[in-house]
């Protein structure tokens, strides 16, 4: 059986500090640097600060791209079209209220995950040293 060094695992032969991944991982879901928790993520909704403000860590190394909006309509479509199913069923409302309702329901859920999950994607990169994160080029 094949054993992994962290080496292997943290991205590189360079002896770095361990990058704890749930932790890193929630840090970005607060919208803060994952490197220190303190330091804001974002300086617009979706524009990652290139460096952190308060511990000096890179963070224009993230490439989130579409995985974050994936990630959301996974979350809400699966939310929302329960809520739905569930309308529908005990016929709280009629057939257009529930639409509108849902509409809603799902548009600002979106709206509400959107920086959170695109949090989460850049800490968990950071944590795993990825894309120029750890030191080396992609």
Same mark, same amino acid.
């Given at each position: 059986? *094949?054993?992994?060094?962290?080496?292997?695992?943290?991205?590189?032969?360079?002896?770095?500090?361990?990058?704890?991944?749930?932790?890193?991982?929630?840090?970005?879901?607060?919208?803060?640097?994952?490197?220190?928790?303190?330091?804001?993520?974002f300086e617009g909704?979706?524009?990652?600060?290139?460096?952190?403000?308060?511990?000096?860590?890179?963070?224009?190394?993230?490439?989130?791209?579409?995985?974050?909006?994936?990630?959301?309509?996974?979350?809400?479509?699966?939310?929302?079209?329960?809520?739905?199913?569930?309308?529908?069923?005990?016929?709280?409302?009629?057939?257009w209220t529930t639409?509108?309702?849902?509409?809603?329901?799902?548009?600002?859920?979106?709206?509400?995950?959107? *920086?959170?999950?695109?949090?989460?994607?850049?800490?968990?990169?950071?944590?795993?040293?990825?894309?120029?994160?750890?030191?080396?080029?992609?």
């Open positions: 059986m *094949q054993q992994f060094s962290e080496t292997a695992v943290y991205g590189g032969e360079d002896n770095e500090s361990h990058r704890p991944l749930m932790q890193a991982a929630r840090r970005g879901f607060a919208k803060k640097c994952p490197a220190c928790g303190k330091g804001e993520l909704f979706l524009k990652v600060r290139p460096v952190c403000e308060s511990c000096g860590e890179e963070l224009h190394h993230h490439r989130a791209d579409d995985l974050p909006a994936y990630l959301n309509i996974l979350v809400v479509g699966h939310v929302v079209l329960g809520a739905m199913m569930v309308l529908m069923k005990w016929e709280f409302f009629g057939m639409m509108f309702i849902t509409m809603a329901v799902a548009i600002l859920a979106a709206w509400a995950l959107m *920086q959170p999950l695109k949090g989460m994607v850049v800490g968990t990169q950071w944590a795993l040293r990825m894309h120029g994160f750890g030191g080396h080029d992609d």
